[in-house]
């Protein structure tokens, strides 16, 4: 499995593992963060996605697609997002994202070759129960790409998690980039090597457990407007824009994701299990 984005990225590795575990506390708090991955048929995926309500679709560049799911739990909140992309080239599809919470919603993003077709649903009063599809409050906005080259891939930040995932990580000084849209506008997201890290770890795998003393590679992530206008907010697996991931460089994934929550400061998710 290779996410690519955009151009093969020198090394690239394969994918080796389809599920990885979380967890964070903070205060009194515990935060879960769950991350997923499916490979299907190409034709499968399509015929199963909704059209977009305006744009022309992409289309896959092979006989697969993939869909990355991240689920996040706390207190009084639940968040799920899927995203379907091209496991080739790494560009989006469609990201449909759920919340529960005090304010519940639903967001439809469907990627098309000039833009992204949002749909947003949320529940008035007396339907907060109901299904989904069964919410009154529902808008529509088409958010156009600015103009750029046509053939820039334009992935999501849910990708994030196997994009980085799937770089031959040899040690610090590598680095490699996604685009992505948000605000409206084109976001470079940068991931780069800093340093090895020596780090107490205690994790599961199918084999058993894992503890002791492992070198980790420190890959500091960060988001910054491609027409330089500063720092934009996104979300990168919940936190802020600026995450520090620490990288089980043999297993392929990350054992601790570390950065800050609104309203909670700084949150340190450690590696639970990986399958």
Do not use: C, H
Request: charged share 25%.
């Amino acid at each position: 499995m290779l996410f690519v984005a955009g151009a093969s990225p020198v090394g690239a590795g394969e994918l080796r593992w389809v599920q990885a575990e979380f967890k964070a506390r903070k205060l009194f708090m515990t935060i879960d963060l769950d991350m997923e991955l499916e490979l299907l048929p190409a034709a499968e995926v399509l015929g199963a996605l909704p059209p977009a309500f305006k744009g022309e679709a992409l289309e896959l560049s092979g006989e697969e697609a993939a869909i990355v799911t991240l689920r996040s739990r706390r207190p009084a909140q639940k968040k799920e997002s899927r995203l379907y992309l091209d496991p080739k080239t790494g560009a989006a599809l469609r990201r449909f994202q759920r919340e529960w919470s005090d304010k519940p919603d639903t967001k439809d993003l469907r990627y098309t070759l000039t833009g992204i077709a949002r749909t947003r649903s949320e529940p008035v009063k007396g339907e907060a129960d109901m299904s989904p599809d069964q919410w009154s409050q529902v808008r529509q906005q088409f958010r156009p790409f600015p103009d750029t080259d046509e053939t820039a891939v334009v992935s999501d930040t849910a990708a994030l998690p196997f994009l980085i995932a799937t770089q031959a990580w040899q040690g610090p000084g590598q680095s490699f980039e996604v685009l992505v849209f948000e605000d409206q506008k084109f976001v470079r997201v940068t991931a780069t090597a800093q340093r090895w890290n020596d780090t107490r770890v205690v994790y599961r795998t199918k084999q058993g457990a894992v503890g002791g003393k492992k070198r980790l590679l420190e890959v500091r992530v960060i988001a910054a407007a491609m027409d330089n206008t500063g720092q934009p907010d996104i979300d990168l697996f919940g936190l802020s824009s600026d995450v520090l991931l620490l990288l089980d460089t043999e297993l392929a994934v990350p054992v601790e994701i570390r950065g800050s929550v609104a309203f909670l400061g700084e949150v340190r998710f450690a590696l639970v299990q990986v399958r």
